[in-house]
């Protein structure tokens, strides 16, 4: 596609559910980053691919968090037992590699109630 | 672990003002980026700084990076409403890999 697309673009959950955020990076690209991103604030890192593999998972908060790229291409993060401190955006930016400019897409906004 | 200050936080300011927004970072940094966002939006990247010295522009806005320093500065320069944005810079730590370290952002207003 012509950027990066994140869906879904709302999601409302209830505190103890599981939630499954996707993200479709730009076509070639085989960098791809989770952030959140909370209310005034600036992204803070989640989670790194290079290709299918996580390069950097240093930023998850905890074992709750999980992020999948089984094929270098989509993405998925998976939030189980969700908590009300969850609730953010969370961005994917998708890039050509390593250290190049990140290309976000819109987030998906998280609220667990 | 690094840190990245911008200031100011908000910013208010006439058009056909001047102003300079300045984002301090704490550690080695082999690479500085400048992004806008605009409301309900994603980031859209403005400026790569990938060595000290580094001096950027498109059109009214021009970013600097001076890596001895820890300083970055975005300069606006005969500001239009258009502008009217939150400015984020980023650092990427020369051990950290891939990842990018933000500021908090500096919410600009430009009033007519």
């Not at chain 1, 094929?71 to 890039?95: F, H």
């Not at chain 2, 859209?44 to 300083?71: C, H, I, P, W, Y």
């Not at chain 2, 606006?76 to 400015?87: C, K, N, P, Q, W």
């Amino acid at each position: 596609g012509a950027g990066v697309s994140q869906t879904p673009s709302n999601k409302v959950t209830e505190k103890g559910k599981y939630v499954e955020l996707r993200c479709d990076p730009i076509s070639g690209h085989t960098a791809l980053y989770w952030y959140r991103q909370s209310l005034g604030q600036g992204p803070e890192f989640l989670i790194y691919f290079q290709g299918t593999g996580a390069a950097d998972d240093s930023g998850l908060p905890n074992d709750r968090f999980f992020a999948v790229r089984p094929e270098g291409s989509v993405s998925t993060l998976k939030i189980q037992r969700t908590e009300r401190g969850d609730s953010a955006v969370y961005l994917c930016a998708s890039s050509w590699g390593p250290n190049e400019k990140l290309f976000f897409g819109s987030g998906t906004q998280l609220s667990v109630l | 672990e690094l840190k990245v200050e911008q200031n100011p936080l908000f910013l208010s300011m006439q058009e056909g003002k001047n102003y300079t927004i300045y984002c301090n970072y704490s550690t080695t940094s082999d690479r500085l980026y400048w992004y806008r966002q605009d409301p309900g939006k994603s980031l859209e990247s403005l400026f790569v700084l990938l060595s000290n010295g580094a001096v950027k522009q498109e059109g009214r806005l021009m970013a600097s990076l001076d890596t001895k320093a820890r300083l970055s500065t975005l300069h606006i320069t005969a500001a239009v409403h258009d502008l009217s944005a939150t400015y984020f810079c980023a650092v990427g730590e020369e051990t950290s890999g891939s990842r990018l370290t933000f500021g908090e952002g500096t919410q600009l207003t430009v009033n007519p």
